[in-house]
């Protein structure tokens, strides 16, 4: 028995509801860079005839979805978008089990600390602990950032292979946020797995001047690494022996919520101990 679900001769799904399809294309279509569209440029950018347009928009509009600017004219996201992202966060093990360790870790070393998860070529902070202090980030929960010239996003891509980033990463050339962005995918390549080897990531102003950041990776029960977990020190210069107490209580903090996810290496406990030793 084929238990497939049937396609159209053209390969479609017949389960797919064009107009959700259509109604959550249309809300992908905002970003923090373009905040407010208009119905003629949406019709433009999904290909799709105004009228649908309109009635999407009316649609999403009267569940909350979007809202209209000043003027009516235009659409910016609504409340309602921020709250379904607000409970998936809620709703992950991960944010759930992890909050208690980050606070903790953040009480230890005094700087905030952070757990990021990777949505295909961005991270996305899904949960924070800060420090008061006059240093104030732009980072919050919700905040992506690009993986391939963060250290946060090198924990990430550690599992990916050669082809597999080749894939992600198709362009000749990377784009470059400061002069520690690898230039290319093999770079990159190179780099991640070099991470892998040591087992956490420690790197002075990667992604801004000024910050040094230590991130270390969560895996799950597979092995695979759904997080990353770490701490952002806004000091250029920390002392030796200060810097590697934070990079050896990051990486226990990663493991311990490892652990809580059920991940068992066989090498647990391998950079904890260099440290100890």
Do not use: W
């Not at 992202?85 to 600390?113: C, K, N, V, W």
């Not at 790197?203 to 029960?221: L, M, N, Q, S, Y």
């Not at 770490?230 to 920390?238: D, L, M, Q």
């Amino acid at each position: 028995m084929n238990n497939k679900p049937e396609q159209d001769d053209d390969g479609a799904d017949k389960y797919t509801v064009p107009g959700l399809e259509r109604g959550l294309r249309l809300l992908c279509e905002f970003s923090r860079h373009e905040r407010s569209l208009s119905a003629p440029e949406l019709a433009k950018r999904l290909d799709v005839p105004r009228s649908t347009v309109f009635r999407l928009l009316a649609t999403l509009e009267r569940m909350g979805f979007v809202e209209r600017n000043e003027g009516g004219r235009d659409y910016k996201l609504g409340m309602a978008v921020l709250r379904l992202g607000f409970e998936y966060l809620a709703s992950l093990e991960l944010t759930e089990i992890g909050r208690p360790l980050l606070e903790r870790l953040r009480e230890d070393i005094q700087y905030s600390t952070c757990l990021v998860v990777r949505d295909t070529r961005s991270i996305v902070y899904v949960a924070k602990s800060t420090m008061p202090a006059p240093f104030i980030s732009s980072v919050n929960v919700g905040t992506r950032l690009p993986a391939h010239a963060t250290v946060l996003g090198r924990v990430l891509l550690q599992d990916m292979t050669l082809p597999q980033l080749r894939e992600l990463y198709p362009e000749e050339h990377l784009k470059v946020y400061s002069e520690n962005t690898p230039k290319t995918v093999l770079d990159l390549f190179n780099m991640v797995q070099a991470d892998r080897e040591r087992g956490y990531v420690q790197e002075e102003g990667f992604f801004e001047r000024g910050i040094c950041t230590v991130a270390a990776p969560v895996r799950d029960h597979s092995g695979k690494v759904v997080a990353a977990l770490g701490v952002t020190i806004p000091e250029p210069h920390i002392a030796a022996n200060e810097l590697d107490y934070m990079v050896a209580q990051v990486c226990m903090s990663a493991a311990e919520l490892s652990r809580l996810l059920d991940h068992a290496p066989a090498d647990d406990g391998k950079v904890v101990n260099m440290f100890r030793n």
